[in-house]
């Protein structure tokens, strides 16, 4: 029974099911999720209005509308992917190791586990992993400043890039919108793509963590080509010719 699942929650599949099927319709929502017709009417409309989907008559459709959904809806995709991901991701850390974390709802699952685990430091441009880590006292935090970004959380552009240049970390964490064989990690936004280079460009070594919607997909801009990622850790539903493509490009690769 799905009726007493949280309204943002629910806002998370309904976005997760209209973008891969490119529409739905209300009865299909409200079955799918055991709701009203109403309840559904008034989510698509939310949605609509937030420039998530497109709102059409008896239901909703993807149309021309934000690429990008903002994390608070993203974070509740793959929920159970995002969390096995994390785990096998902060196995990778060396005790007592500098990590580089970008912004995301799997880099904040990892976040929270090396900060149980501690000591460790982290260097970070998310101000919502920041905010988690504080008082966390065998955390030694370290936050990039530049310019925010209301999507991901993260702060990005010229500033977070010349501070990432003084530090240097012992592995970086980077969240990507697509990893591919052909076109390397990609993201929605230009200069969160050139920030998130500069993690990969100041670390001895670069893991993606990408659940497997993100696996063989491409997005508007380059982050990097895989010559630059070491390790992509994803989820067991990731199309295996893809990572297979992925693997003879030279990175390792870890599934759940």
């Known amino acids: 029974m799905l009726s007493g699942m949280l309204r943002t929650e629910r806002h998370a599949r309904i976005l997760e099911h209209v973008t891969a099927k490119g529409s739905a319709g209300v009865e299909e929502l409200s079955r799918m999720l055991d709701v009203s017709g109403a309840t559904i009417r008034r989510d698509l409309q939310q949605l609509h209005a937030l420039r998530l989907l497109r709102r059409t008559h008896g239901g909703a459709s993807v149309g021309t509308f ?27 850390v060396p005790q007592d190791a500098v990590v580089g974390l970008t912004g995301g709802s799997t880099a904040m699952a ?23 880590l504080i008082l966390h006292r065998d955390v030694t935090l370290v936050v990039i400043g530049g310019t925010a970004r209301r999507e991901s959380y993260e702060l990005v552009g010229p500033l977070a890039e010349k501070t990432l240049a003084e530090y240097h970390t012992d592995i970086a964490f980077l969240g990507v919108d697509g990893i591919g064989a052909a076109h390397g ?3 929605h936004d230009q200069l969160e793509a050139a920030t998130d280079r500069a993690f990969t460009e100041n670390s001895s070594h670069t893991v993606v963590v990408a659940d497997s919607s993100k696996i063989g997909k491409v997005t508007l801009a380059r982050i990097c080509p895989l010559s630059k990622v070491g390790h992509l850790v994803t989820d067991s539903g990731a199309p295996q010719e893809e990572l297979t493509r992925i693997t003879a490009a030279g990175v390792s690769v870890t599934t759940v």
Do not use: F
């Open 185 to 187: 990690c990609t993201t």
């Open 66 to 92: 934000g690429l990008e959904a903002p994390l608070q809806y993203r974070s509740e995709r793959r929920r159970p992917e995002k969390v096995a991901i994390a785990r096998a991701a902060a196995a990778l």
């Open 110 to 132: 990892i976040a929270r586990l090396l900060a149980e685990r501690g000591p460790v430091t982290i260097v970070t441009n998310a101000v919502d992993i920041a905010a988690e």
